[in-house]
């Protein structure tokens, strides 16, 4: 065994812990998550008859009474609780209704033995839309129908991809608002964190201590206790407004809470320490002759600071905006909370879908729209910062 | 929609703390805040010291995919659990509880009828409705259109964030009866109705989510009224010395049922528990601490005089009240949640 | 004093209860190559800071070209200044490095890259102009810094130990590249150093420091061979210091008693008195060995140590000990040898004990 081979697999073997747990908890959630996002078995599996019997309908002309008398087998054939539940919850995703009146036939299906007219059990099956809709999800195991759906986007009955009609989803909005705000807090938190840790960065010993401790103290809180001390701060009659109104700056209480104004703030104020850190680290890295050098040249410090520092602590600006950025997505209990009815996040969406509705097609779906355009915009940043480093 | 048993094996193993399969103390879920403090006070206590056994306790927020995914993971780590109406009537069908065993609750006949079900116990009835600061209004609201009314009675009002409740209040607030508005909603054109009057509302609604969030809204003076749940106001205003008044007309009640996830390893431990809360001694100690209606008919008539009249299951407040309509809900749910938010995105 | 370009008038400088410049006069011609020479925390660096404008004086003026620049901000001073780290800017290029000055007034970009090319040239760098500093080995980093300093034309250069980083050799190559700098195009040179060798190869001046304060100022030959104070003597180069009292002065000529109560022959001095103790200072290199003209001494060889181009010899005679430089090929001493050494009554140089 050669020593280059045995030094491969000793540092192989350093790795292994930390691939074995990127893949179990990061690459295979990841997978299933994409999986579920567009596989949709379980009309197939449910109902073996109906998928025969529909699939040559033409789906425009009445059903057939093969059709109804495939169905009525399939629902009698199924045993399985758990399974019978997953079918009505996919059916009534597609179609509200779909619950009682599946539940409902199969009590009578399953009172008699032999075929039944299921027209008379409800009336609803003389309509052609809920037969589409069994029609659809038996057709194939996989579906692009969630994917569709997370972007506002529908196949309509004869196939082709249409735009949901305004007002009945709102996931394109919320996804452009999502972006919106994280870019929002994104700026916000450079704005105040530059010069917060060029200061951090130039002073020495516990007024170093100091000012970090000041903006890591945030992290160190927890979620609620945060959010409520931005509540008693942010209310009409809390501290804020309260002060305003002492000192005459204004007259009706400005509105803090409940709004975008409030959000921001508030993702600001826990997301700082990601921003202030990278920059810090940055800066106290920049040796400290640089800037007496650019004023011994002849640099006004203003001068100095655009030519010198600025583009040297770029690279901590863009490390932390990518940390802000990116952690800024995925909020959604502090928009709940400070935040107004237009505030909500995706995440928010996301959560119901998953908690909520048990809907993890749409969950999945919603979560790799967000993962595609999160890397789709990383990967415009590793452009723009490749050829500014081919750039002389 | 088939869910893949991994998706939900890596969700329970990320989000939620898998305790090891073995045999583990009888765990019971409920809502949390003061009722679960009531709860503890009156059944979690009383039940670990008659069995000698351990009982622990959590709190949930509900969101039936937390239950679908702790079963599908295979042995949940929670045994019996407070669940909502509608939660309880999708998980029954889902086949993801443990069905009821009626003779240790001592039959049927001894519930409500709504309380009854094969897969859950009632344990609470609960209404939502207007509340307001008696402390703050001269004049009490009494209806959805004077909650609607910003000129009468300005400011914001809280409304619970979601398509359930506010529906069904816009629709009474634009005339629709109690009765009818299970009738009118199904319909697209009172669905249409209902967002229209819930237009004319929105720049002056504040969402909440959590229930004790109206509580604060009301106390800090943010909202002028709000919806709320009736328990939690009693409650308020016994400890705090509030008068936050609660209107009975017009407001919503529905059922909060125990249930027994499915392949509970503590199965009949967790019956036990369930009569044990079910009984009519144990049952009517609860509106002392907290003003939610009971569920076992006997229990009911052993609550004295004084808290009677707070309960939604007071003839006089049951008077112009309506129940949950869980069937519209489960089938409707998703679709009107999703119109819900894309409104509210508008 | 009319020929003196830059001034320190009565400068100091204090940091809280410490004082690191005390009362500093000193005046630099113009055209003149200064090395401000002494052990760290002598004060040297803060004074070039001060000129650099870095620091401000906590009393005191300071004068270039007749004007009062104390007050003036760093850009404004006009001063090409070399740091000991280099200071170069990580994220340019060499030529937008030694640009960056021209940009900063303004000039034209013809005008700049004409004059970056010929800087370039004059530091034989013009091949790397389009390299990051990274990529330079520290020779040719501080060549950088030597052309970003000077392509402004400023008339003052200061340079704070810009050659502690180097190798022996190439800081050897950088100190005749720098003196040859400073003959080519008539710079005024301060230049702080803490290597007596670099003082002494490359100034007309060194200004001797200790303390915050000028132990001695003068020519290097001047330093090297009349030291005024026993710091000195030790700080420049390796000496011997004998002590005594005066026995006679006779004209040119004092009779010192050693501490054995042998005698040696000294130039006189001034400061001489008959009967007063008395430092001086002979160098290894002026000590010969056997009988010669001026003093002898008997003295046995106590260690011998082998340098490669010439031998050191450590001996003990008159009370005291000695070093002694010799060339290898003389003899081969071994120790425990009694040895005659001499030297000249010249070559004895009093000093302030």
Redesign the interface.
């Known amino acids: 065994m050669s020593v280059l081979f045995r030094k491969q697999m000793v540092s192989l073997a350093l790795v292994a812990p930390l691939l074995l747990f990127l893949i179990v908890f990061f690459a295979f959630p990841l997978f299933t998550m994409m999986k579920s996002a567009v596989s949709d078995p379980v009309a197939t599996q449910a109902l073996p008859a109906s998928t025969n019997a529909l699939s040559d309908w033409d789906r425009s002309s009445s059903p057939t009474s093969e059709m109804s008398a495939a169905f009525v087998e399939d629902l009698r054939q199924i045993n399985d609780d758990q399974l019978f539940g997953d079918l009505v919850r996919r059916l009534n995703s597609a179609k509200a209704g779909f619950r009682t009146l599946i539940t409902k036939t199969r009590t009578a299906v399953k009172a008699t033995a032999g075929p039944i007219d299921l027209t008379a059990v409800d009336k609803r099956w003389a309509d052609n839309s809920y037969w589409q809709v069994i029609a659809i999800a038996t057709s194939s195991t996989i579906t692009d129908r969630n994917l569709l759906a997370a972007v506002d986007l529908e196949r309509n009955s004869s196939g082709a991809i249409d735009t949901i009609p305004a007002g009945a989803s709102a996931n394109r909005t919320i996804l452009i608002r999502t972006f919106t705000m994280a870019l929002a807090v994104t700026a916000a938190c450079i704005l105040i964190g530059f010069p917060f840790a060029m200061i951090a960065a130039s002073v020495e010993g516990w007024r170093r201590q100091l000012l970090l401790g000041a903006v890591l103290l945030p992290l160190w809180t927890s979620l609620l206790v945060r959010t409520a001390a931005w509540f008693i701060l942010l209310q009409d009659t809390g501290l804020i407004n309260s002060t305003l109104m002492f000192l005459g700056l204004t007259t009706e209480p400005v509105s803090l809470i409940f709004n975008r104004v409030g959000v921001v703030i508030a993702m600001t104020h826990v997301l700082l320490p990601f921003m202030v850190l990278p920059i810090f680290s940055v800066l106290v890295g920049i040796p400290k002759t640089l800037m007496p050098a650019a004023a011994s040249l002849g640099a006004h410090p203003v001068r100095a600071f655009l030519a010198v520092l600025l583009p040297l602590a770029l690279r901590g600006v863009i490390s932390g905006s990518l940390l802000v950025f990116m952690s800024a997505l995925g909020y959604y209990i502090t928009p709940a909370l400070i935040g107004g009815a237009k505030d909500q996040m995706i995440s928010s969406v996301i959560a119901y879908y998953a908690t909520g509705a048990a809907n993890w097609g749409m969950a999945g779906a919603l979560g790799l729209v967000l993962l595609v355009a999160t890397l789709l915009l990383y990967v415009v940043y590793l452009r723009l910062s490749a050829e500014r480093e081919l750039k002389p | ?4 048993k ?3 094996f ?2 329970s ?2 989000a939620i703390n898998v305790t090891a399969v073995e045999a583990r103390d009888l765990t019971v879920v409920s809502w949390g805040g003061n009722y679960q403090d009531a709860q503890r006070k009156i059944y979690f206590e009383p039940f670990a010291k008659e069995s000698g056994k351990p009982l622990l306790d959590e709190s949930w927020d ?5 239950l ?2 702790k079963v ?1 993971a295979g042995v949940p780590n929670w045994d019996a659990v407070q669940v909502e109406a509608e939660e309880l009537a ?1 998980g029954c ?4 509880y443990e069905k009821i065993d009626w003779n240790k609750l001592g039959g049927k006949d001894k519930f409500l009828p709504d309380a009854v079900g094969d897969c859950g116990v009632g344990a609470i009835v609960w209404s939502t409705g207007i509340s307001y600061d008696g402390d703050k209004l001269k004049q009490a609201p009494a209806s959805w259109a004077d909650f609607w009314d910003t000129e009468k009675f300005p400011g914001k009002r809280g409304l619970r ?1 979601g398509a359930k409740y506010a529906l069904e209040f816009a629709l009474m607030a634009d005339g629709v009866a109690p009765k009818e508005v299970y009738t009118v909603l199904a319909t697209p054109e009172g669905v249409d109705r209902a967002f229209k009057k819930l237009d004319a509302l ?1 720049p002056n ?3 909440w ?1 959590a229930g004790a969030q109206p509580l ?1 809204l009301l106390s ?3 909202v002028v009224m709000t919806t709320a749940y009736n328990g939690r106001i009693s409650g308020l205003n016994r400890t705090e010395g509030k008068h936050f008044g609660f209107v009975f007309p017009g407001s919503i009640y529905a059922i909060d049922s125990w249930v027994i996830l499915k392949d509970s390893p503590n199965k009949d431990a967790a019956m036990d528990f369930i009569a044990f809360t079910s009984k009519p001694d144990n049952q009517a100690k609860l509106p002392e601490f907290i003003a939610y209606g009971l569920p076992n008919i006997e229990a009911g008539k052993l609550v004295p005089e004084k808290f009677q009249a707070e309960l939604p299951t007071a003839p006089d407040n049951l008077k112009g009240a309506i129940s949950l309509d869980i ?1 519209f809900w ?10 819900f ?6 | 004093m009319d020929n003196s370009f830059i001034r320190f008038d009565d400068v100091s400088k204090s940091f809280g209860a410490l004082k690191v410049v005390e009362e500093l006069n000193l005046d630099i011609g113009k055209g003149e190559f200064v090395s401000l020479l002494g052990p760290s925390g002598s004060g040297k660096t803060t004074i070039l800071m001060m000129l650099a404008g870095f620091e401000n004086p906590t009393s005191g003026a300071i004068w270039s070209d007749r004007k009062r620049i104390d007050k003036l901000p760093p850009h404004k001073r006009n001063m090409g200044v070399v740091f000991q780290n280099y200071a170069l800017f990580p994220h340019m290029t060499v030529s937008e490095n030694i640009a960056f000055p021209l940009k900063m007034r303004g000039t034209s970009r013809a005008d700049t890259s004409e004059r970056v090319k010929r800087a370039l040239d004059m530091v034989q760098l013009g091949a790397l102009a389009e390299r990051r500093p990274s990529q330079l080995s520290g020779g040719q980093q501080q060549r950088v810094a030597l052309a970003r300093a000077l392509i402004f034309e400023p008339e003052v250069v200061l340079m704070d130990e810009p050659l502690g980083a180097l190798d022996k050799q190439l800081r050897e190559q950088m100190q005749l590249d720098i003196r040859d700098l400073h003959k080519r195009l008539g710079l005024t040179v301060v230049f702080v150093t803490h290597d007596q060798t670099e003082a002494l190869t490359m100034s007309d001046r060194i200004a001797v420091f200790n303390h915050g304060k000028i132990e001695q100022i003068g020519s290097p030959s001047e330093i090297y061979d009349h030291p005024s104070t026993r710091f000195v003597a030790e700080f420049i180069g390796e000496t011997n210091l004998v002590a005594g009292s005066v026995h006679s002065i006779d004209g040119h000529e004092a009779v010192i008693r050693l501490e054995n109560n042998e005698v040696i022959k000294v130039v006189a001095k001034d400061r001489l008195r008959s009967g007063s103790k008395v430092v001086f200072s002979i160098r290894p290199e002026r000590i010969g060995l056997g009988a010669g003209p001026g003093n002898t001494l008997e003295t046995r060889i106590s260690d011998v140590v082998y340098y490669g181009d010439h031998l050191r010899l450590l001996l003990s005679g008159g009370g005291q000990s000695f070093v002694v430089k010799t060339d290898r090929n003389r003899l081969p001493p071994s120790v425990g040898d009694s040895l005659t050494v001499s030297f000249l009554p010249s070559d004895c140089w009093a000093v302030d004990a």
Not at chain 2, 1 to 4: A, D, G, L, V
Not at chain 2, 93 to 96: C, N, R, S, T, V
Not at chain 2, 330 to 339: C, H, I, V, Y
Request: hydrophobic content about 45%; charged content about 20%.
């Open positions: 929609m088939k869910i893949s991994a998706v939900l890596a969700c193993l990320l509900g969101g039936y995919g937390v679908q995914a599908k999708l069908a889902d086949g993801i964030k929105k609604i504040v969402w989510e604060q800090s003076g943010e069937d489960t089938d409707n749910s998703e679709a009107l949640t999703q119109r938010n894309a409104w509210l995105a508008q």
